[in-house]
């Protein structure tokens, strides 16, 4: 079995992928429909949560945009003591690098949409993915910027997160709305002769998200994203310090030196367990 080294792929628009393969198996590769969603706190009724820091949350609007998609062989490590430093100082994700090393990417999903994460209603992705028959144990979910925009792009407009709501806790309530976008000023500042700064494609990866199936041709690949674990240590009393806009709406602070909340929205955003959930669809 020949392994070759983590390649970037470029399709219908500028962006790449890193994602490394080994020698096939035979099997017949065949296309299938792919679609995410999100969740409905219920019918008729706002989107309301507590967090785990005791704050009552309303979210107004929670925007995603996401892809591409990789299917990969290899078993998913569940590590739940992961912080969010494990996400800004170490290359822990990077395709190659990580402890969950290359595995073998048996589909792909080379495209990228845009979702409401407060409905349960499933999005299509603009085009079909491939895929071979075997069993699938983990998915690889990134954040690549719009067409046109180079991968490696350090400063983007591509939004993969935009947010807005109010929560209260006691007498406290505070609104807040912000845009978390995957760029460089979520690399940590690296210290003088030590090795292994996070790179920009880790910072735009989820690697390992557990997915156990064996994919059956006519079938669907179902992602749902829970956006309630984005915000489960939340402490919205840091923010007093934060920008207001005119209506007195606090404005999240992104990147490695921003606010708590928008810090606990990038861990959710790269959190492998509990954030999505991902499926195949018989049909």
């Known amino acids: 079995m020949t392994k070759r080294r983590p390649s970037f792929l470029l399709l219908a628009f500028a962006f790449a992928v890193t ?13 299938f429909e792919a679609r995410v969603r999100g969740t409905t706190s219920k019918a008729g009724e706002a989107y309301r949560f507590e967090n785990e820091s005791g704050w009552l949350i309303r979210l107004d609007r929670a925007q995603v945009t996401l892809g591409p998609v ?34 073998r990417v048996v589909g792909e999903v080379l495209a990228q949409v845009s979702f409401d994460a407060l409905s349960s209603e499933s999005v299509a992705f603009p085009a079909l993915g491939t895929l071979t028959q075997e069993e699938v144990r983990t998915a690889d979910v990134c ?18 997160l935009d947010i807005a709501g109010r929560a209260s806790r006691g007498s406290e309530v505070i609104a807040f709305r912000g845009l978390l976008k995957l760029d460089d000023s979520w690399i940590a500042n690296q210290t003088a002769s030590t090795r292994g700064n996070t790179s920009l494609a880790a910072i735009r990866q989820v690697r390992g998200i557990p997915a156990s199936f064996l994919p059956s041709q006519g079938g669907a690949l179902d992602i749902t994203f829970d956006v309630k674990r984005l915000l489960r240590g939340a402490d919205f009393s840091n923010l007093q310090a934060n920008k207001s806009d005119g209506e007195g709406v606090k404005i999240l602070v992104p990147g490695k030196a921003g606010d708590q909340v928008m810090t606990n929205l990038y861990q959710g955003l790269h959190e492998t367990d509990g954030t999505y959930a991902v499926r195949w669809v018989s049909p």
């Open 143 to 160: 954040f690549y910027p719009e067409p046109r925009t180079s991968v490696d792009a350090k400063k983007l407009d591509t939004v993969a």
């Open 70 to 103: 990789y299917l990969n062989v290899i078993p998913p490590l569940r590590d739940s003591s992961a912080s969010i430093w494990d996400f800004l100082v170490k290359p822990a994700w990077a395709h190659g690098e990580s402890h969950l090393g290359s595995g």
């Open 19 to 31: 994602a490394s393969c080994a020698g096939g198996t035979g099997s017949e590769r065949f296309h």
